[in-house]
Every structure is written in structure tokens, then in C-alpha cells.
T-cell receptor, first 115, second 116 residues
Framework: DGGITQSPKYLFRKEGQNVTLSCEQN?????MYWYRQDPGQGLRLIYY???????QKGDIAEGYSVSREKKESFPLTVTSAQKNPTAFYLC??????????????FGAGSRLTVL | DQQVKQNSPSLSVQEGRISILNCDYT??????FLWYKKYPAEGPTFLIS?????DKNEDGRFTVFLNKSAKHLSLHIVPSQPGDSAVYFC???????????????FGQGTTLQVKP
């Protein structure tokens, strides 16, 4: 079954620690995205990558970092510089935009709680 | 600046009746719109989409209407079922040239409760 796997599903972090959230896809999609969900604010874009070895900041990139060394993988690091890291993090991917479709497929999410 | 807005945080309807979820956008560059459904602690799943060249798209019980002049879209669910209870997000993107980054801009979401 093709899909997106996020891990861990739940993560607790002490203040001042960096944590890395994993995102792996086997859909052969070129583009991958990280969103953050907070109550009442919908999904906000953190970073996205349209191709391997390239990525761009989204609307709320401060305090986060990413890498895209492989097509299948797009890990997100939440650094100690992120002031309010407690949230539900969603990874997504999308295929060929040339077809006119811009449908993102999402993983199941990772909930990060800062203690 | 919230480019995509869902002004109703919640909606409650009776099973079998119609659910209407609304969404407004401000960016005239948006030309592709989607609705996602999300259950707690899960990722959103794609429901239905519409291109700006259309004003209606239907898929089973779900119909999306687009009013470009008003920059407004709505999702109709008929008949509503208890399993439809979830958070619904509308999203928008631009497929035009250099604006086509593939990223989606999401609204805040509307929580739908369908009562048996």
C-alpha cells in the first residue's frame, strides 16, 4: 500500500531540546510538505520541497529546519528556537502538478508536546 | 493575513438533512480549490476539488460550488450521515505559471456534527 508514514505519533520534549519528526513516502511523489495544526488556526505551512536537495520556507518556518536528501524522505527538526512547538504536525506529498491536480496526500500526523 | 477563511467554527445538522459548509478567499490568483475531511489525531483526507473554470463539481453525496465573483465556495453534503462528523477544511492553490508551487493554503476548519 502506498502512503505516507510519520513517526513518532506522539513525542514529548523538554524545553531547549531539538527533536526530529520523520516523514517517509512511497508514492514516488516529487513534492513534500510540512504543516502545523493548532486549534482554531487550521493548517499552516512550515516548509515545502518540490524536488530533492531543494526546499523553501513556508509561512511559519522560524524555529524549524528540514532536509531533502532523498525523494522518499523529508524530516522536520523542531529546534529550541521555536517558541511554541506544542502542536500536531502533518506531512504531505503531491505528485505531478502538470496534470492540473494539486491534491496533497497526508500522513497520520505527529503530536509534539513540550513539557 | 488569512487568505482562506472559514467563518463558522462549527455546524450541527440532523441526520438526513443537508450540511452546507462555507469558505471565502481573498487571493484572486487562486484557481484550484479543495475540501479535506479530518478526524481527530489523523491526517486530512481529500474529499473533492474544483477548478476555477467550473462553478460546480459533484461526487456522490458531496457537491462543491464556486462563485468566483464573490470569492466564495461551499460544500454541500446530502444526505448528511453521522459518519460525516469531522472537521472540514477548505484549501486553495494557484496552478498558474510560477505561482504553481503545489502548496495549499488552508482555512481554519469547520467542525461538523451530524446527529442521529
Amino acid at each position: 500500500d502506498g502512503g505516507i508514514t510519520q513517526s513518532p505519533k506522539y513525542l514529548f520534549r523538554k524545553e531547549g531540546q531539538n527533536v526530529t519528526l520523520s516523514c517517509e513516502q512511497n508514492l514516488n511523489h516529487d513534492a513534500m510538505y510540512w504543516y502545523r495544526q493548532d486549534p482554531g488556526q487550521g493548517l499552516r505551512l512550515i516548509y515545502y520541497s518540490q524536488i530533492v536537495n531543494d526546499f523553501q520556507k513556508g509561512d511559519i518556518a522560524e524555529g524549524y529546519s528540514v532536509s531533502r536528501e532523498k525523494k522518499e524522505s523529508f524530516p522536520l527538526t523542531v529546534t529550541s528556537a521555536q517558541k511554541n512547538p506544542t502542536a500536531f504536525y502533518l506531512c504531505a506529498s503531491s505528485g505531478d502538478r502538470g496534470s492540473g491536480a494539486n491534491v496533497l496526500t497526508f500522513g497520520a500526523g505527529s503530536r509534539l508536546t513540550v513539557l | 493575513d488569512q487568505q482562506v477563511k472559514q467563518n463558522s467554527p462549527s455546524l450541527s445538522v440532523q441526520e438526513g438533512r443537508i450540511s452546507i459548509l462555507n469558505c471565502d478567499y481573498t487571493n484572486s490568483m487562486f484557481d484550484y480549490f479543495l475540501w479535506y475531511k479530518k478526524y481527530p489525531a489523523e491526517g486530512p483526507t481529500f474529499l473533492i476539488s474544483i477548478s476555477s473554470i467550473k462553478d460546480k463539481n459533484e461526487d456522490g453525496r458531496f457537491t462543491v460550488f464556486l462563485n468566483k465573483s464573490a470569492k466564495h465556495l461551499s460544500l454541500h453534503i446530502v444526505p448528511s450521515q453521522p459518519g460525516d462528523s469531522a472537521v472540514y477544511f477548505c484549501a486553495a492553490s494557484s496552478l498558474i505559471g510560477s505561482s504553481n508551487t503545489g502548496k495549499l493554503i488552508f482555512g481554519q476548519g469547520t467542525t461538523l456534527q451530524v446527529k442521529p
